[in-house]
């Protein structure tokens, strides 16, 4: 192993040695990793069971895996229902945990139940990387991809470069762990992290809880980063022994001199309230700079704050008071564990009688499902998100920031610097008293049976549940019409929405896809439905392409409507390994500029492609533009293993025995 | 007054009296009522505020109107929002009160807060009827009727019987006031309280406390009653007294030897738990008898069982134990303050211990709005209506019952007499201890500005706000195909259905319309626009036409597409009036054998129309079945008021000045 090493004993070189089954520790290079634990939730996890059975798996070769039910809660028909019952039977018959619906969103709960520093875990969640707030190497990634760490196969990822982030101070009152990745999002916007781990370090840490530090690491997924890790230290101890689990408190620490890639530095005491406005994380201002505006809608929840003490804090604040008129003001709390302790404490209490609108344990507004605001209304949200469109709202007004700031703003009707309405209020900050013991209650949470009775398990597939579709392999021409052109960052949610009419058919592709890049054109399926028997279609875009969730829906539903090969200046890093699983050709423009070049209707050829993916054949192509007799020179980053899926129209086609 | 007393000092006859303004006590003669207060909800006051508007309104001539907003929480898109902004607006407007999302469903609320024994109270929403637990004389119309007393204008009836139905004993243990009220619909059926008032008296009475009444009155409607009445007694004064509202206490009882028009009698003492079958009210069994089928869902809550004690008695069931695996228990708290209730004496903590879903307070799944069940898989629930679809699901199979028996049944994960399940665990009955004083928070509920700024106020339409559709007067002959020939007891739901697809659309009548009928035939609103213009088309129902819900929706939309007369065996009341408030005639078959006799396409004609509906001419008409070369008798029972509205094409034809 030693000499796989390639650099300096941060937390994340030593979680991924630990780790490493495949490649090099060299930033670029592909590197395989041994997966301890995965984590699927409802919106992405009926695929993935779909692809365990693809697979012929018996049972799961991970020391623990996890199905949570916490996007699809709303259940405005029967499908919602019906992919839980499918969810459940497929857990059990897999050997997977089973979270019920209304126990909680998987980041927060998985933290408390299985958090374990030191081990890998792979999730079908962008968000997964919150579980570095315990020293843990967390990794969204698309489904396929957590179906293979469960078959115990490697999770296979670009290594990273890691950036320490030194923290140094303590974050004045009324700012919390929110405005610290806030402040970054401000610094580097939505593709600052991309190709990289965000390692904090610092004497600052001191300061941050286990729970602030997973609000840190959670957001990290803004930046486009890997992931972000922390160390296991006295915080993360502290928070086990919370959760009557200190015994699998396990010290990780970077060594002494440990060297990063990159560095950085945040003095949090000079953080201030922040937020990001509509419709990016990226677009960061001081709470105080757009201070006054109306707002119709205040949220605190999410897994961007999902911790006790970020209801608590909200819970003080109203406490005696009336939120305003016209504002609702809506409470998610993000486990059940969380809201009884929320109830024993009083906060509940609080909440309430200040207007509160309690609603279950789930992800709920934050993924679109309910809670969509007026058109063009404010709507202040403690989410980690507010892509356009993707609060349900097509032209909605979201934006990021703490508790602290969404609350002062629900009391007063207008966005607050929680500052400024401490001092109109001479409020003090909350010293908040917190239980030193977490109510644990495993109630919701069914383990998976022994395996003589999870072999005898039928999975019950409801109406809704739809076979995968089957791909054809890569043709060794394309010669295809471009039929989207489109600019930097456009989201997952933007390719494949979620919300509340679309993510009912997370579990049918066909119906799904009539969803596809409705928000950027409504006509798009109709006309890539006409091309796909006639040799399908290309897309051309800007930066960043497919930020955001981890949703393999959007490779999936794109290759659905005939989808070859998409050309990009750069691509966000879980997309892309998505559209390498279902077969899609990434493709990035060697000269940026080209991608002006293109409009929509353009045919582009492609020739030679079976050469051209063959084994270390060098990474490069041309597309000829057939419309301007113009050519363009292509890369891409595509490893042999993802060649052989482009090749074989995706990754299960790749693994499956060729049938005589 | 005294003239005008037709009979015997009961209660209802004293409440009706008092507010008596025109016509004579007469079962079956037209009356018209003083109404001193009114309530609307949001899927059914989003029209009642665009008619205010085009009536002219200033400000409403109630001592109380009050507006809320429980049925449409989920916000699945920006529509909900905006209704409520345009609620909110309007509400302050029009110098009503407005009761803000989350505050809870409306007929708890409004008995807790403007309750007034004596009082009249007409609503939109056909539990309206559920104030009668507190001698009120409470009824559910459709929308435009409310509207008009808002305004100042009498509500009009039909003088109903009043039937008396006296209780003696008292409920054994595990058997609670909802069994009562299935009691009545197993003798009874859905049709059992046609043209009647249910006016309930005896020594059994005793032992029901005023929400208990809210149950048993409140699901008065599933007989289809006028409304039910209790009198203002003790319980009332209790229950006041426990609101700190002891001083609105006035004693109604009947008079010493009071008559009723009919007579019944309950025995509380032999009740025994009882649950409505899918998908109709009226198919009451046993619980013993269906006993050991297995369940996906239970849930507690609606203005069907919103007391206190009756999610009381669910936690102290639960404390200490788990909901069974596979089963979703959810929680549906009737109003905010009553969740404050239960999270301070303890009961919210036994039910979030115990695995429930907690949802903010809300009409919710009763309506529809998410908590839609498996395709086929028993919902129980303590709500008061299960006709098909109504739960979002297709093929739904919703069971009614009281919280005992949803309780006990979602801990085994089958359907349970809660009898047998305290057998077996050797539980005795739980004695509640509630509040003395319940919470009182006026937070979420907005007096009405001041006169002066009220006039200033603009009504907020979104862009989802559609006008109100003009309608043509009905022309002298109608002779059109009929579309759809339909059995007995078509609810409301089914013509115009609720749910988190349709409810969205309940400000925008030409989308709604879309709906329309669906769930008989999905073609109906395609033929039915095909013939808009070509004179129309006409509907043959069985018995019962147009129960359940108040919405005039229902009518509005039939007549949007083009709907000019039905001719059926009988009607419900409230869409009955609909019908005749949007300019659709209602007409019976003298002979009911002639429903079977018409087929769907056939064409009828009726001639004469203006003169029939001339004031004083006879209620009768003929139709003749040109297709078939038959003529079919037919009479209808609309006043002289209502024949002017169907001649003008609708009420506020029929009110609008003329234009030269």
Partial sequence: MAGKRSSGGTVAHRLIEEHLLEGRMVPGEEIGLRIDQTLTQDATGTLVMQELDALGLDRVQT?????????????????????????????????????KPGNGVSHPTHMQHFGLPGKSLAGSDSH???????????????????????????????????????????????????????????????????????????????????????????MGAELGATTSVFPADDAVRAFLRTESREDDFRELTAEPG???????????????????????????????????????????????????????????MVRGRQTAPGVSFDVNPTSREILQDLTRTGATLDLLAAGARLHQAGCLGCIGMGQAPASGRNSLRTFPRNFPGRSGTEDDAVWLCSPETATASALTGTITDPRAWAAEHDVPYPSLELPEEATV????????????????????????????PDFDPLPD????????????HVSTDEISPAGARALPYRSNIPKLAEFTLTRLDADYPRRATELREHGGHLIVAGENWGQGSSREHAAITLRHLGLRAVLARSYARIHWQNLANFGVLALEFDDPDDQARIQPGDRLRLDGLHEALAPEAPPTLTARNTTREETYRLHHHLSDRQRRAVLSGGTIPALAPTTP
Same sequence: chains 1, 2.
């Fill in 63 to 99: 020391d623990v895996s996890v199905q949570y039910v916490d996007h699809n809660l709303l259940q405005a028909d029967e499908r919602n229902a019906e992919d839980h019952a499918f969810l459940r039977s497929a857990a059990r018959r897999f050997g997977v945990w089973y979270s």
């Fill in 128 to 218: 997964t990387c919150a579980a570095g707030s315990l020293g843990m190497l967390a990794i969204g990634v698309g489904g396929l991809e957590v179906a293979l760490a469960m078959a115990g196969r490697p999770l296979y990822l670009t290594m990273p470069r890691i950036w320490g982030i030194r923290l140094t101070g303590a974050l004045p009152d009324w700012v919390s762990a929110k405005d610290v990745i806030l402040e970054l999002l401000r610094r580097h916007g939505v593709k600052g992290g991309v190709g990289r781990i965000l390692e904090y370090h610092g004497p600052g840490l001191a300061g941050l809880t286990a729970m602030d530090r997973h609000v840190i690491a959670n």
């Fill in 441 to 468: 209650n495993t109630g919701m949470l069914e383990p998976p049976p022994a395996p003589d009775e999870a072999a005898g398990i039928r999975l019950e597939r409801g109406p809704n549940i739809s076979a995968l």
């Fill in 258 to 316: 440990a060297r990063y890639d990159l560095d950085e530095e945040i003095d949090l005491t000079a953080v201030e309230p922040l937020i990001a406005r509509p419709t990016s994380p990226g677009n960061v201002v001081a709470v105080r700079e757009v201070a006054g505006e109306p707002l119709g809608q205040a949220v605190i929840g999410s897994s961007a704050n999902p911790g006790l003490r970020d209801f608590a804090v909200a819970a003080a």
């Fill in 477 to 488: 021409t394309i010669d295809a019409p471009v039929l989207l052109t489109a600019g930097d």
